[in-house]
């Protein structure tokens, strides 16, 4: 039937995702026609191996990305800015758990870890578009305000997205599985209206307020990326699936696209955030130097000949003082 807007057809037939057995006219809801090969693991199936060893790569270089966000301590935004990368480490295991096989399809819970894993997606990607705010000054990072605001705010978007996803899943008053339109704008509409809010912001922020304009390139390499996974996810996964022969599907290229987008908003983060190193944990001292003497002719040679003097005399004083204790 072709891409429609509101539907979710064409789409699960091309890429395999998480909500599309719970999707579709049918019991058994929507298989793509080409999907990568599974691995037997223990008298179980995997499924997504390939896409799982990226899963697990993505959560190690969340975890260090977490270290450095949180090591910077007088950066400004820090601990916004950790709690998008706290959520995108918890869309990571959602999305291992569901689309693995580790929770079956068939199972009683697999629809609510779906609608969680959903949650956590649009939660994460409204968290990015709040801090793109604060280099705005909106409010005082870091305040019980604005951590609350962030928190709150996620909290209930992601429970929005949770109510729509169940409601549409277990077809709950007008909530259709046949033409999940709630679903639909919240996850291709709503998720990459805020991502564009974020770079919009990020690069007027630049542009008005940066003397150079390097960190222009990681938010535009963040860009790119996500646009290129979210393409080959949605409409080039078949032609890479029979082309490889089923060894991998667009989900592992997606993946990858997404782990270096966040990778690059990481970069970018840590390009426009200096940290005041008088005040910081562990950060090296200033290094002073004198760069040349000052000359006879000088406006300031008068009070450095007054300095010298009076350093001369603290240092009589302090020689004498000493000879008396001597």
Sequence with gaps: MGYKFGYYDQICTTVQMAACPLLGES????????????????????????????DIVALFMTVIMIFHVRSKYTAVGRKEMVMFFYLYFLMIVLDFL????????????????????????????????????????WTEDGTALTLWTFRLSSLLIFGLMFFISIATFKQVGSFSRAHPIGLFIMYFIFNPFCLLVYV??????????????????NISFALVFFIIG?????????????????????????NICTLLSVMMIYKYWDSITKEDL??????????????????????????????????GHAG???????????
């Design 278 to 311: 008088e005040f910081s944990v562990g950060g090296k001292g200033n290094v002073w130097e004198v760069k040349e003497l000052l000359n006879e002719d000088d406006e300031f040679a008068p009070y450095a000949g007054q300095a010298a003097n009076t350093i």
């Design 200 to 217: 919009v912001l990020q690069i007027i922020l630049v542009v008005n307020t940066l003397d150079e304009y390097w960190p222009l390139g």
């Design 230 to 254: 979210q393409v080959i996810q949605i409409f080039l996964s078949n032609k890479i699936c029979d082309a490889i022969k089923h060894y991998v599907d667009g989900v592992f290229f997606g």
């Design 98 to 137: 569901t689309i693995s096989g580790i929770i079956p399809i068939s199972s009683v819970v697999y629809p609510y870890f779906v609608a969680a894993y959903l949650g956590a997606t649009s939660a994460m990607c409204w968290c990015l578009m709040l801090n793109g705010f604060i280099g705005y000054q």
């Design 316 to 326: 009589v004083s302090f020689a004498n003082t000493n000879s008396q204790y001597g």
């Design 27 to 54: 019991e058994i809801g929507f298989e793509p026609t080409c999907y990568a090969r599974n691995i037997e693991v223990g008298n179980s199936l995997i499924f997504q191996a390939a896409s799982l060893i990226i």
